[in-house]
């Protein structure tokens, strides 16, 4: 049974940081593009970040290049996405994803992924 689950979410000020996690299990975890995904109510989804299979490229949406960094240990099955420079226009709840390729993951995601349950991250003053 494929699962992903997020942590690290949580409320901050304008300006600061959230590490998100992202752990993998029941499926080749190398083998699949792990992404982030974010949604606010009422839009649809965004894809926010994405490290390819097999240690291959990183992507990023381009309202978060040199902001976020997404990083991946392949021996823990887990995914992070280190958030600085947090703005208010952030604020989503932020989901794990396990697809084939990157290009399925952003700019949005489409086709078959599986998905975490999500968590929520508000950026306010």
């Known amino acids: 049974q494929v699962q992903l689950v997020e942590s690290g979410g949580g409320s901050v000020e304008p300006g600061g940081s959230l590490r998100l996690s992202c752990v993998g299990s029941?499926?080749?975890?190398?083998?699949?593009?792990i992404g982030w995904v974010r949604q606010v109510p009422g839009l649809e989804r965004e894809g926010v970040s994405c490290?390819?299979?097999?240690?291959?490229?990183?992507y990023y949406a381009d309202s978060v290049k040199g902001r976020f960094t997404i990083s991946r240990d392949n021996a823990r099955k887990t995914v992070y996405l280190q958030m600085d420079s947090l703005k208010p226009e952030d604020t989503a709840t932020y989901y794990c994803?396990?697809?084939?390729?990157?290009?399925?993951?952003?700019?949005?995601?489409?086709?078959?992924?599986?998905w975490g349950r999500g968590t929520q991250v508000t950026v306010s003053s």
């Open positions: 994803a396990a697809h084939l390729t990157c290009g399925s993951l952003l700019p949005r995601p489409r086709g078959l992924a599986s």
């Open positions: 029941g499926f080749k975890f190398d083998d699949y593009a």
């Open positions: 490290f390819s299979a097999n240690n291959g490229g990183l």
